[in-house]
């Protein structure tokens, strides 16, 4: 069964550019879940989508933003990029539960 | 609301010693329980979780965990280590309804030959 995956592995952006990062889930997950992991600040909760619609969001500014698509697979958005951007992205997906599985994560460079 | 403390930042052991990683949370209401380990440049890899029941849960890798309800602790254990457990380790925590996972700060397990 092939795990969660994300794309791209690797991005790197300016500052003040719009970065957008995808997630495949798991087959027959439902849900998707953004974490940031970002230096010296850990691991954080962004976004949770299930069924197409956000259902909770992270103490993050709504400059972070996504979306699920009908096949569960879900983009971030990340508009007008700080410095302070730079990190791991991980995405999780899960089946009617609480137990996550995660991807690989990209990571992104604000430059 | 939830939060987690992981009490060592960073533990270093010698190979095949015994090794007790510490995790205590805080929370209003049940919780979920979980440990992940993360590779260097890899995303988090569920080491074992602890939903319901035994309060003694094995996870994979010979790694366990026991529940402490009164002590809101939640260490995570493995009686001998190898070269290869050297990773970090994150404790997590899920009220269920909000279902997303809150995490501790993490822990640098390093195994020394």
């Known amino acids: 069964e092939a795990g969660v995956t994300q794309s791209p592995t690797h991005l790197i952006k300016t500052r003040g550019q719009q970065a957008t990062l995808r997630c495949s889930p798991i087959?027959?997950?439902?849900?998707v879940y953004w974490y940031q992991q970002a230096l010296g600040l850990g691991l954080q909760f962004l976004l949770w989508?299930?069924?197409?619609?956000?259902?909770n969001r992270g103490n993050f500014p709504p400059r972070f933003s996504g979306r699920q698509f009908p096949n569960y697979s879900s983009e971030l958005n990340v508009n007008a990029l700080e410095l302070e951007d730079s990190a791991l992205y991980l995405c999780?997906?899960?089946?009617?539960?609480?137990?996550?599985?995660f991807g690989p994560g990209t990571r992104l460079t604000v430059l | 609301a939830q939060s987690v403390t992981q009490l060592d930042s960073q533990v270093p052991v010698f190979e095949e010693a015994p090794v007790e990683l510490r995790c205590n949370y805080s929370?209003?209401?049940?919780?979920?329980l979980f440990w992940y380990v993360q590779y260097p440049n890899q995303g988090l890899q569920l080491l074992l979780k602890?939903?319901?029941?035994?309060?003694l849960v094995k996870g994979i890798n010979g790694f366990e965990a026991e529940f402490n309800k009164s002590q809101t602790s939640f260490h995570l254990r493995k009686p001998s280590v190898h070269i290869s457990d050297t990773a970090e380790y994150f404790c997590?925590?899920?009220?269920?309804?909000?279902?997303?996972?809150?995490f501790g700060s993490g822990t640098q397990l390093t195994v020394l030959p």
């Open positions: 997590a925590v899920s009220d269920g309804s909000a279902r997303q996972l809150t």
């Open positions: 929370s209003s209401v049940s919780v979920y």
């Open positions: 999780a997906s899960s089946p009617r539960g609480v137990e996550q599985f």
């Open positions: 989508y299930d069924e197409g619609e956000e259902r």
């Open positions: 087959s027959g997950h439902t849900s």
């Open positions: 602890y939903l319901s029941g035994s309060t």
